[in-house]
T-cell receptor, first 114, second 111 residues
Framework: DAGITQSPRHKVTETGTPVTLRCHQT?????MYWYRQDPGHGLRLIHY???????DKGEVSDGYSVSRSKTEDFLLTLESATSSQTSVYFC?????????????FGQGTRLTVV | KQEVTQIPAALSVPEGENLVLNCSFT??????LQWFRQDPGKGLTSLLL?????REQTSGRLNASLDKSSGRSTLYIAASQPGDSATYLC??????????FGKGTKLTVNP
């Protein structure tokens, strides 16, 4: 299994509070991604990174920000959590751009916003 | 815009049966197609990656085929076992570093 660790694995938070999810990889892969998985929508890309300090938006980026200060860590921040951000969040990594390489996923973080 | 469809949404078979899961995509301009397995409450496990220049890939009892021109891929599982019960997802490149996923086929293999 690819060395990807997501933390926390579960979190319950209140509406309006900031939340940060962490993805840590030991594979030294350049590309890292955050997806969310919701019933009826499948998995959707939030943000991605193509290198340290290089990030870009995905299709559902509103309300989220990311940072990557080291190759191994990719942080996803919900600045002010809303109930619509209740979801399961997955981090993924690959060593080449998405279309050219296999993607490996972490175990997910289940976030509940109450 | 790339869209991925998986049919059927759910499938229940007796143990030992050979089965086929289907995946179709609307834009044939893909670089690769990837099949994943997801167990309840777990992450995604990569099963097979088929490059656009390939027509099939095999891993153990799994065989995935790709027909870019028709926008279709199939995942063939031979001699199914209860441990194969999971949701199977296919995904293709959707541009801008995005994997576009189907909604999955939930497979149940009954002992």
């Amino acid at each position: 299994d690819a060395g990807i660790t997501q933390s926390p694995r579960h979190k319950v938070t209140e509406t309006g509070t900031p939340v940060t999810l962490r993805c840590h990889q030991t594979e030294n892969h350049r590309y890292m991604y955050w997806y969310r998985q919701d019933p009826g929508h499948g998995l959707r890309l939030i943000h991605y990174s193509y290198g340290v300090k290089d990030t870009d938006k995905g299709e559902v980026s509103d309300g989220y920000s990311v940072s990557r200060s080291k190759t191994e860590d990719f942080l996803l921040t919900l600045e002010s959590a809303t109930s619509s951000q209740t979801s399961v969040y997955f981090c993924a990594i690959s060593d080449r751009p998405t279309g050219l390489s296999e993607a490996f996923f972490g175990q997910g973080t289940r976030l509940t916003v109450v | 815009k790339q869209e991925v469809t998986q049919i059927p949404a759910a499938l229940s078979v007796p143990e030992g049966e050979n089965l086929v899961l289907n995946c179709s995509f609307t834009d044939s301009a893909i670089y690769n197609l990837q099949w994943f397995r997801q167990d309840p409450g777990k992450g995604l496990t990569s099963l097979l990656l088929i490059q656009s220049s390939q027509r099939e890939q095999t891993s153990g009892r799994l065989n995935a085929s790709l027909d870019k021109s028709s926008g279709r891929s199939t995942l063939y599982i031979a001699a199914s076992q209860p441990g194969d019960s999971a949701t199977y997802l296919c995904a293709v490149w959707g541009g801008s570093e995005k994997l576009v996923f189907g909604k999955g086929t939930k497979l149940t293999v009954n002992p």
